[in-house]
């Protein structure tokens, strides 16, 4: 079995497409995306409080914070 380094990982989730994670990300029951749950990332912006819908590039491309949509 391979173990995966951080790297490994980050690498291939910029290998997914965007709208493969935006259905995982998807919440079935509030038809919204999941939201954070948690205040322990947002260090990295207001995007990444507890009560914000997590998006896809905030998770592949953390650089890209600025962007609400």
Do not use: V
């Not at 391979?2 to 990300?25: F, G, R, T």
Request: net charge neutral; aromatic share 10%; proline share 1%.
């Amino acid at each position: 079995m391979k173990m995966y380094a951080i790297m490994d990982i980050k690498e291939d989730l910029e290998k997914y497409d965007q709208s493969l994670l935006n259905i995982l990300l998807k919440d079935r029951t509030t038809n919204q995306n999941i939201i954070w749950a948690t205040n322990d990332y947002s260090k990295f912006g207001d995007m990444y409080k507890a009560e914000y819908e997590i998006k896809a590039h905030l998770i592949t491309n953390p650089k890209k914070k600025t962007d609400t949509t």
